[in-house]
């Protein structure tokens, strides 16, 4: 069955936290320490920072599996070209059936009804799985970089970047 996608809004935001906390604790222990988890869910998926995030114009959505939640994806418009992939998550058990594929789909999709021609994302360069998965969608690392993000964290990450088209 393919997925559904419905715009979230600040009453998903319990649910858009739970589905974080669960993807995360699940997919990231091999990247990133526990403390780093922690640090990140709670400074990424506070309820106020969703709810900025929304009120903000940043687009959320929670993709749906029969109707039940298995993932969601935000997108930040930059320019009238450039669109940020921000987050995109699938519940681990979900993954590897082509899912994160119509994600990724659904993403440039809503970044082109904007009239953006680039989409951008940020992966850690240890996410192999997720690295893979874009590599076969057409991303391509155009940079990389090493963030402070507070309490003795940094995010290692390498930029990729895909064009888009309108067909």
Not at 12 to 24: E, F, G, H, N, T
Not at 103 to 116: D, H, I, N, P, T
């Amino acid at each position: 069955m393919p997925l559904a996608f419905r715009p979230a809004s600040a009453a998903d935001i319990p649910l858009l936290r739970s589905l974080a906390d669960r993807i995360w604790r699940a997919s990231y222990p091999a990247m990133i320490t526990l403390d780093q988890i922690e640090y990140m869910l709670d400074w990424m998926y506070s309820a106020e920072k969703i709810a900025e995030e929304l009120a903000h114009g940043v687009h959320w959505e929670i993709a749906l599996l029969e109707d039940d939640p298995a993932g969601f994806l935000s997108l930040t418009y930059h320019s009238a070209i450039l669109a940020e992939l921000n987050k995109l998550y699938l519940l681990p058990e979900l993954q590897g059936r082509g899912l994160g594929q119509a994600m990724l789909a659904r993403a440039g999709q809503c970044a082109v009804a904007r009239g953006c021609t680039e989409l951008r994302l940020r992966v850690n360069k240890r996410n192999l799985r997720a690295l893979r998965s874009y590599d076969r969608a057409g991303f391509r690392i155009v940079d990389n970089v090493v963030a402070d993000i507070g309490g003795g964290y940094v995010m290692d990450d390498y930029i990729l970047s895909r064009p888009l088209s309108a067909s």
